[in-house]
């Protein structure tokens, strides 16, 4: 292959999600998967075999006429070095005449079908960019989130002999938060914390970071909160999800503020090739994050459940493919030991092939519940992307022994988020008389062990 058609199909391959050779080989699979997630696999793939078929085809006829050049080249310089020593008899004149002209007819395939095969690459590149990540084998099928499965549950909900506020209520009464002042600086699904209210913010984060770094492994990052669109094509948010975003113009180039720190923290190692003595690697970052939300106008405005601005707990892993799904689970388990610390009642399910992100191969939710709304709330999601971001991002590992690299598997999860856990208190630890006891795990962060009513 033409060393161009070859660095353009390699750039092609990086921003995949999958194999292109599995997609090619596995076709029937790859729809069958896109259907369990409720798609059509005919609107997604459009028409992939025709353009591969087109594609293949484009290339032979490319590779023959720079064989067919580079066959003539060697032959025409030798006569046209004898030429101009005079050397050349009127026959051999004749055959370089011939010779130059089908060498220019060749020269001009070449430049023809190069630009075939380059149009061919983007569209193969508009394709697989729209392919999301194929479901695992262990995903539940189902055609939405009616159908996520109940894993386990964890603790039992408060009782009450009064009945339990929302959290916006609540929030108003004690001072501690102000929507009506967030609408005024920023707009809907803006909060501003005061007080004591800014303080348990504050002290949720530090707690779930010591938890994260002191007993369970990990490694604390501050990363930027602005990426680049790179970084935002590594994680499959762009170019999909861009009305999701906030764009920042910025140069020549546009900047976004970050909707996880996953985006950040995964894209450490984009472009690079880890020793693979070192996986898996757990990284833990707390970040605000920052999302348009859009599409979801008229759901949550009560409160701070969905707002543009908030702030989490990430917990990110680099895996070796064979013991992702260990991690996975170490993953998980990490996530609830903050809920168990702080003494919350949850649950866990499995994410249905209909409900799973367009990143995620498998994914559980940590739902809490929140008893001033009589429901459980996602709080926490755990996802294994597998090769999908890696691909995206190249992020390569090359195993003990072996000279070949492999793509890593990228995990990530809320651990948790921030602002929803902070709900979660308010709601499952009110008390009759208005105030809200804190929880024990959180008391030495907070250096109170309750808030009451102030007003500010």
């Not at 995949?16 to 793939?45: H, Q």
């Not at 209520?169 to 007080?195: C, P, T």
């Not at 948010?237 to 140069?251: E, I, M, Q, T, Y």
């Not at 866990?348 to 001033?372: H, I, M, Q, R």
Request: charged share 25%.
């Amino acid at each position: 292959m033409h060393l161009c058609a070859l660095a353009r199909f390699f750039d092609t391959l990086k921003v995949c999600m999958l194999d292109l050779t599995f997609v090619r080989n596995n076709l029937a699979l790859v729809e069958e998967k896109l259907r369990l997630r409720g798609m059509d696999p005919a609107e997604v793939l459009g028409d992939f075999r025709a353009v591969d078929t087109e594609r293949r085809s484009y290339i032979t006829t490319l590779e023959t006429a720079q064989k067919r050049r580079n066959e003539l080249s060697p032959k025409i310089g030798a006569l046209k070095q004898a030429e101009k020593k005079g050397m050349l008899s009127p026959e051999q004149l004749k055959e370089l005449a011939t010779l130059s002209e089908e060498v220019a007819r060749e020269k001009s395939v070449i430049e023809q079908f190069e630009q075939r095969v380059a149009e061919a690459d983007e569209k193969f590149k508009s394709i697989l960019q729209g392919v999301p990540n194929l479901p695992h084998d262990s995903v539940p099928v189902g055609k939405s989130s009616d159908d996520n499965v109940e894993v386990r549950r964890w603790g039992t909900a408060p009782k009450f002999d009064f009945t339990p506020k929302p959290h916006w209520e609540l929030g108003e009464q004690l001072g501690v938060l102000d929507l009506e002042r967030g609408a005024k600086l920023s707009g809907a699904r803006f909060a501003v914390y005061w007080d004591v209210g800014a303080k348990l913010e504050r002290a949720l984060a530090n707690f779930m970071l010591d938890l994260h770094t002191r007993e369970h492994g990990y490694t604390e990052v501050l990363p930027p909160f602005l990426v680049n669109s790179e970084s935002l094509y590594g994680t499959g948010n762009l170019p999909k999800f861009a009305a999701d975003l906030f764009r920042v113009p910025h140069g020549e180039k546009d900047l976004w503020l970050i909707p996880t720190a996953e985006v950040p923290v995964t894209n450490l190692y984009r472009d690079e090739t880890l020793d693979g003595a070192r996986l898996p690697i757990s990284l833990t970052a707390y970040t605000p994050c920052f999302r348009s939300e859009a599409g979801s106008y008229g759901k949550d405005v009560r409160g701070i459940i969905r707002q543009h601005q908030f702030q989490k707990v990430e917990l990110v892993k680099f895996s070796q493919p064979q013991k992702s799904y260990d991690e996975l689970e170490k993953l998980t388990h990490n996530a609830e030991t903050v809920l168990q610390k702080l003494g919350l009642h949850y649950r866990v399910v499995t994410l249905c092939t209909a409900d799973v992100s367009f990143s995620s191969a498998k994914t559980y939710d940590l739902e809490v519940w929140l008893p001033g709304q009589g429901l459980f709330r996602e709080i926490s999601s755990c996802s294994n992307f597998e090769a999908f971001q890696a691909r995206r991002a190249n992020i390569r590992f090359r195993p003990e022994g072996k000279g070949k690299s492999e793509f890593v598997h990228t995990l990530n999860g809320s651990a948790l988020a921030v602002g929803r856990t902070w709900v979660a208190i308010v709601e499952n630890y009110q008390q009759a008389d208005g105030s809200v006891v804190i929880p024990e795990a959180l008391r030495p962060y907070m250096g109170v062990e309750r808030i009451t009513p102030k007003k500010f």
